[in-house]
């Protein structure tokens, strides 16, 4: 976008009759003298108000000001004007036209109305909206970009029979104020505009969808403070501007010195067919006559981009705990409790009537947030899966700064892939030189050169890439029955290297602590010892069963092309990562299908919960030795090096024998990143 100093317009004289014209400041206009020249024109003069500047082109040579100047063929009048006008028409410019011998043929006059017009936004991203800066019609990444951001005011002010404020007709509450993009037009000029002259704001019907602008009637806002004395009952003042069905609007020309308030509102997220940048123009529309269209003779254009949902890794400080109450999950609870109340967090706990049954608490929903200079809270991203636990994020979460989004997919479309267990996002890291200080995200799919699988549904991939700060992984997860990244993969804070691990389920390292227990004597040391309906198992008995290691060595080369995957996509190192003792078996899909996929033999430790430093871990109910079990103790030992304090949590029957573990049960809400998304290198 050009600034407005580079802007300049066409103008017309006539000797015939005056013309009026406004200018506005920060502008220039052209008037090609040969067009009103009477003919036989030889020469010109050009005479002034104090107030306006003008400039000939060819410079004419030095002559006496008030002497003609010769007229050529591209003779052209620059005019410009440095100060508002105070009442209309109370500038002129007069033209006098001469012949061969200096004999005055006509005189052209123009009238000069001088206004100040600014569409103005946060282009710096600072919090406050600065006047008419040069960056506001265009936007850039990085420390030193700019660009205004919007919101998608995607929370709800309303509590009851309650709906996302973006979805509703009108500003309900003033408070809704706050999720939306100040906007300010700031004016100087004349008490009223000259007769036919409007200010109208308007938006591309490609934008249309996306934005809607509100106006606030009520005088005295400045830099988005809000009056005190404003509240809900004050909604009237705020009228619809620009929406899908009004995308151009007269607004008011104030008159003297003053600013009016506009607050844009985001309706929809980046997606696939929608790249997050909304103009917003505002046109000054001068008349030519009655019946005729007005004509725009000066736009002032502001571009947003709309905040992209943002995930929170594992290493950023948790808010807020979620688990579900069901009737056989007494111990689970009883750990989550425990661990909880230890870390110093906040456990929310569903009960059945909330969770109508369903325990999957991970799988239905994944915790976000949005962020701008004015406002970020967090956001909700509900899965397509649609279990018993559909209505909570929607009925329970949403409300005052607390949005939702979903997207929505064909049923036939939905696989357990969908379920966002299968959803992660790593810590910030740098590969081959590019950063991602918010982490990428990471997501499981089939295998690349398979002919049929399940896969993550496309929807929901296209509005992860489609947010752009997070670029998403993608790995292999298909060969699991659940099918989902996190049980095989997570990750946990540490104090030194890249400030984390990744820690990956290994069937190798279980065989090694296995055969390590049989060479010091432990071989009849047996698993599932105590548990009911289990029966136990030898660690002899798995060592020598060897259709198990045949399945585990699949289980281990599926791992091992996620290992190679996440090391050159997250840029680790063999350092960076720690295998955990876990073994899987296979198992037929279902009774119709001879697919067979794999599942955790016995509790996926890997399907951890992360509160600071302190682990939530399925139980494992290994084998035992002098009293202690092996696996717990091996786990302990990889954990506490990083200074990390491991609790082991009974899930076995209300969760691991439903195919889950402790993390599928649980979800997170973790503070936002301090890092600022628009600081990104892109």
């Known amino acids: 976008m050009k600034s407005a100093s580079e802007l300049c317009r066409t103008c017309r004289l006539d000797v015939h009759y005056s013309w009026s014209a406004v200018h506005v ?48 063929g591209n003779s052209v009048l620059l005019i410009s004007m440095s100060s ?35 569409l103005d936004v946060d ?51 003033v408070s809704d104020l706050k999720d939306m993009s100040l906007m300010v037009l700031r004016t100087r000029g004349p008490a009223k505009l000259p007769k036919g002259y409007k200010l109208t704001m308007h938006i591309s019907q490609g934008d249309a969808e996306s934005v809607r602008v509100f106006r606030s009637t009520t005088s005295g806002l400045r830099n988005n403070a809000l009056p005190h004395r404003i509240y809900d009952y004050f909604v009237r003042d705020y009228p619809l501007v620009l929406s899908s069905e009004v995308l151009s609007q007269e607004v008011p020309y104030l008159g003297g010195e003053a600013e009016m308030n506009f607050y844009v509102e985001g309706l929809r997220f980046p997606d696939k067919d929608f790249d997050g940048l909304i103009s917003i123009n505002l046109s000054l529309l001068e008349p030519i006559c009655t019946g005729i269209p007005e004509t725009p003779i000066f736009t002032d254009t502001a571009v947003f981009r709309v905040a992209p949902w943002i995930m929170t890794p594992n290493t950023l400080k948790p808010v807020e705990v979620f688990v579900c109450s069901t009737d056989d999950n007494y111990q689970f609870l009883k750990g989550m409790r425990d661990l909880v109340a230890k870390s110093g967090y906040k456990l929310k706990i569903l009960h059945e009537y909330v969770n109508r049954g369903d325990r999957w608490m991970q799988d239905e929903l994944e915790f976000g947030y949005i ?126 290297r890249k400030g984390f691990r990744l820690l990956l389920a290994s069937p190798d390292a279980g065989y090694k602590l296995f055969r390590g227990l049989k060479n010091d004597g432990h071989g009849q040391a047996k698993l599932f010892e105590g548990l009911r309906e289990e029966e136990p198992i030898t660690v002899d008995e798995i060592l020598n069963d060897e259709g198990l290691q045949a399945e585990n060595n699949y289980v281990q080369s599926c791992i091992d092309w996620n290992r190679d995957v996440l090391k050159r996509e997250l840029g680790l190192d063999d350092e960076d990562i720690i295998d955990l003792p876990i073994l899987f078996k296979l198992v037929l899909e279902d009774e119709y299908s001879e697919e067979l996929r794999a599942v955790a033999y016995y509790p996926d430790m890997v399907n951890m919960i992360v509160l600071g430093k302190n682990l939530g871990i399925p139980k494992p109910f290994g084998p035992k030795v002098n009293g202690r079990c092996a696996l717990e103790a091996e786990m302990c030992s990889l954990m506490e090096g990083l200074g990390l304090s491991c609790t082991f949590i009974d899930d076995f029957a209300s969760y691991h024998k439903l195919l889950g573990e402790v993390h599928c049960g649980s979800n997170v809400r973790r503070e936002p990143f301090d890092f600022k998304w628009w600081n990104l290198e892109m």
């Open 371 to 496: 962020d701008s200079p004015h406002h970020r809270f967090p956001v909700v991203l509900d899965s397509p899966r649609d279990g018993k636990l559909q209505d909570f994020p929607y009925s329970e979460l949403l409300g005052p700064d607390f949005g939702y989004v979903t997207r929505v997919a064909q049923k036939i479309d939905v696989s357990s892939l969908d379920s966002f267990g299968n959803l992660e996002v790593s810590p910030p890291v740098t590969v081959n030189g590019k950063n991602y200080p918010l982490g990428r995200i990471i997501i499981g799919v089939a295998f690349p050169t398979a002919t049929k699988g399940r896969n993550m549904t496309k929807v929901v991939q296209d509005f992860l890439w489609a947010q752009k700060v997070q670029e998403p992984v993608a790995l292999f997860s298909d060969w699991l029955l659940v099918g989902h990244v996190d049980e095989f993969m997570t990750f946990v804070p540490a104090p030194d």
């Open 84 to 118: 508002a006008s105070q009442l209309e028409n109370d500038n002129k410019l007069s033209v006098r036209y001469y012949g061969e011998n200096k004999e005055v043929l006509g005189k052209a006059v123009l009238h000069l109305t001088a206004i100040e017009i600014s």
């Open 123 to 173: 282009a710096d991203r600072d919090g406050v909206v600065e006047k008419n800066s040069t960056n506001k019609g265009s936007w850039k990444w990085g420390p030193n970009g700019h660009g205004a951001i919007l919101l998608v005011n995607c929370d709800s002010e309303r509590t009851y029979w309650k709906q996302p404020d973006s979805e509703q007709k009108r500003i309900t509450k």
């Open 25 to 72: 400041i920060g502008t220039s206009m052209k008037i090609d003298l040969n067009r009103s020249a009477p003919p036989r024109s030889k020469f010109f003069s050009v005479k002034c108000t104090v107030n306006v500047q003008y400039s000939i082109s060819p410079t004419p040579q030095e002559t006496d000001h008030l002497s003609p100047i010769p007229l050529n």
